[in-house]
């Protein structure tokens, strides 16, 4: 990696607004299950940029998701809410990539777009506060 390490904290942050307003595009064209992918990367890329700036390793997306458990949801500093909509996101994720016959749709991914985006900026505050663990 060439930067410094706001330099990546930066990147992750602006990548994870990308994915979301690509998922909120893929909405709009009733791209349920992709809508759904972006979602998921987008508070991927939000909890990677928290961790780093932590100094927290995590090399897989399952290693994130337990690292954003341990350090963050465990000792109430991000609401158990949030836990579970990261983990639902990571699953459904999962199951769309890698499962037959799933087929998300309106009623399970439109009220997502708020929830993540909430989300996300609770996790951007955290992020852009320096809170550390």
């Given at each position: 990696?060439?930067?410094?390490?706001?330099?990546?904290?930066?990147?992750?942050?602006?990548?994870?607004?990308?994915?979301?307003?690509?998922?909120?595009?893929?909405?709009?064209?009733?791209?349920?299950?992709?809508?759904?992918?972006?979602?998921?990367?987008?508070?991927?890329?939000?909890?990677?940029a928290l961790l780093y700036k932590n100094n927290?390793?995590?090399?897989?997306?399952?290693?994130?998701?337990?690292?954003?458990?341990?350090?963050?949801?465990?000792?109430?500093?991000?609401?158990?809410?949030?836990?579970?909509?990261?983990?639902?996101?990571?699953?459904?994720?999962?199951?769309?990539?890698?499962?037959?016959?799933?087929?998300?749709?309106?009623?399970?991914?439109?009220?997502?777009?708020?929830?993540?985006?909430?989300?996300n900026n609770f996790l951007l505050d955290l992020?852009?506060?320096?809170?550390?663990?």
């Amino acid at each position: 990696m060439s930067g410094t390490k706001q330099d990546y904290i930066d990147y992750r942050i602006l990548k994870s607004i990308e994915l979301f307003e690509d998922a909120k595009l893929l909405a709009l064209n009733q791209r349920w299950n992709s809508s759904v992918n972006r979602l998921y990367y987008s508070s991927f890329q939000i909890i990677s940029a928290l961790l780093y700036k932590n100094n927290i390793k995590a090399d897989t997306h399952n290693g994130i998701k337990t690292q954003f458990n341990l350090h963050y949801i465990k000792p109430g500093i991000v609401s158990i809410e949030y836990g579970k909509l990261y983990s639902n996101l990571f699953a459904w994720r999962q199951e769309s990539d890698y499962s037959d016959f799933i087929d998300f749709d309106e009623e399970t991914v439109a009220p997502l777009i708020n929830q993540v985006l909430e989300m996300n900026n609770f996790l951007l505050d955290l992020t852009k506060r320096g809170t550390t663990i």
